[in-house]
Nanobody
Framework: AVHLVESGGGSVQAGGSLRLSCVASDYIYYMAWFRQAPGKEREGVVGYDGSGIPRYEDSVKGRFIASRDNAKRTLDLQMNGLSPEDTAMYYC???????????????????WGQGTQVTVSS
């Protein structure tokens, strides 16, 4: 199993920015950020394969930018233009078997971080 550790969550006002970071204990092909708001299902935010191609959920396109460093085993998420609708627990996930066509399916990921809270106030 790959151990994932997230950092960088916090509280910010609407329009502000936060940067999340996830570091893996070992290289793994597919990494992603998911989020879960209270009372809602977990949803994919961005998926990033080992070849350097990210896939974004529609509501974050143009606001969130993911960056991956395979040598450092990190997946960072720069979140700009935050809104209260972005408030959620954010989780880093990773697995060898995920591909770009299925990255949103959280059932495919066997490795999960503990989560980091992002709270956006209006």
């Amino acid at each position: 199993a790959v151990h994932l550790v997230e950092s960088g969550g916090g509280s910010v006002q609407a329009g502000g920015s936060l940067r999340l970071s996830c570091v893996a204990s070992d290289y793994i092909y597919y990494m992603a950020w998911f989020r879960q708001a209270p009372g809602k299902e977990r949803e994919g935010v961005v998926g990033y394969d080992g070849s350097g191609i990210p896939r974004y959920e529609d509501s974050v396109k143009g606001r969130f930018i993911a960056s991956r460093d395979n040598a450092k085993r990190t997946l960072d998420l720069q979140m700009n233009g935050l809104s209260p609708e972005d408030t959620a627990m954010y989780y880093c996930a990773a697995d060898w078997g995920v591909r770009s066509a299925t990255w949103r399916d959280d059932r495919l990921y066997k490795n999960w971080g503990q989560g980091t809270q992002v709270t956006v106030s209006s």
